[in-house]
């Protein structure tokens, strides 16, 4: 596949889509943006939803490749999950598939294997073919996601990278996220190397920092050439006096998802 240029970049008014609406840039590419909220000082931005086919159809049209983060990022109930985030994803496949884009990035979540027991001690990382065991009905629909993207690879040749994001914000901002943060500097450097890897099939990965407290395995995306520059560590040592270590006895503290696992923060529209 020839390095992609034009790349649709989906959820292009959220947090994320913020940030590499800012980083991506510099990569070279031509980013074309979507929401189904209008993007200050983005005319050109297409306001759609992803329920919307003809929508859909129209705006990855000519693109190299998709970045997909939209969606419901939080827990909620699940019509509304299916309608954002299981059938929008359907219907972004189906017209990528129709219009003979090559390749989507898609933002699955640490959420898709949110029960998994957090490492310990000694404990090995977590890979990235660990059962999933999503936390929510959120964590549910990235698990359909990435089935999704391999039904699309094994019959119709489209190739994906789903990223199991753990958190990428400016700044880590518990202690849990000393482990999966993501800088966003890491996170552009790994959506490109995503968009720009040969032969990935349908690969999934983990998107993390080089953290010193890393939970899960980055194998699969140093593979695809993504080298991590930043690590959490420097913010450790204020948010331990803060919030204090994790605690052995308490549920959100045990699981990879954290406060989703017991008490998930609900999608507010
Ligand atoms: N930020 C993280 O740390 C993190 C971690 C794990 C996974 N993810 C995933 O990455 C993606 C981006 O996350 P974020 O933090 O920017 O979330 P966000 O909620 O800030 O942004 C999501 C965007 O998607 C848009 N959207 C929602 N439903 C839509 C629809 N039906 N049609 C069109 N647009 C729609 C929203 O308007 C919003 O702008 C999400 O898919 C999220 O699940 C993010």
């Known amino acids: 596949m020839p390095a992609p240029r034009t790349v649709l970049l989906t959820g292009a008014a959220g947090g994320l889509g913020t940030l590499m609406r800012e980083l991506l840039p510099a990569y070279g590419y031509d980013l074309r943006l979507l929401d189904l909220r209008p993007i200050e000082g983005e005319p050109d931005a297409i306001v759609a939803d992803l329920a919307d086919r003809d929508a859909v159809r129209e705006a990855v049209r000519g693109v190299d490749a998709i970045l997909h983060l939209a969606g419901i990022s939080l827990e909620a109930p699940f019509e509304k999950i299916l309608r954002a985030n299981i059938e929008g994803t359907y219907h972004l496949y ?71 994001i753990g958190s990428c914000f400016p700044e880590p901002t518990s202690v849990r996220m000393l482990s999966v943060w993501m ?83 609900i999608w507010p529209y």
């Open 183 to 265: 800088s966003p500097a890491d996170g552009a450097r790994l959506f490109h190397a995503a968009l720009t890897a040969e032969h990935v099939g349908h690969t999934v990965v983990h998107g993390s920092s080089a953290n010193t407290r890393l939970w899960w395995d980055l194998g699969t995306a140093r593979a695809l050439g993504y080298e991590p520059q930043d690590d959490s560590e420097p913010y450790a040592e204020k948010l331990i006096a803060e919030q204090g270590e994790l605690q052995e006895g308490n549920e959100a503290h045990a699981y990879l998802g954290g406060q989703f696992v017991t008490d998930p923060p």
């Open 94 to 164: 189906e017209a990528a598939r129709e219009e003979g884009v090559g390749r989507i990035v898609f933002a699955s979540s640490n959420h898709a294997v949110g029960y998994t027991p957090r490492p310990r001690g000694d404990d090995p990382l977590i890979p990235v073919d660990t059962p999933r065991r999503p936390d929510t009905f959120y964590g549910l629909s990235k698990c359909f996601g990435e089935d999704l993207a391999q039904l699309y690879w094994d019959r119709h040749g489209l190739e994906t990278v789903s990223v199991r």
